[in-house]
């Protein structure tokens, strides 16, 4: 079994977040406030309950949220944040569509 760290849960959420911000994910999660989403984002581990519901607006596992373990059908968020962040920064803002 693959032992969770909290602070490797934060970058998978915060990967599943994508473009939006907390305040936006927060409203999509039901949470009545975005400073919950930062501090999940910091290494804080969500309820179970809301594990699952991260995973499934996701489209991942909890198992990958929790571990980063690949486990039958998951997103590959964190693979496209760990991509981008490897790119020039001029491919970098075509790939994210930033305005000049």
Known sequence: MEKVSPNRVGERIRAVRGKQTQ?????????????YI?????????????????AEIGRVTTDWLLTGMRGGARGTALAKTKTIKKLKPGRKKKVLGAKK
């Open 23 to 35: 305040t936006e994910f927060a409203e999509v999660l039901g949470v009545k406030k975005q400073n």
């Open 38 to 54: 930062s501090r999940y984002e910091r290494g804080r581990i969500p309820s179970p309950d809301l594990l699952v519901r991260i």
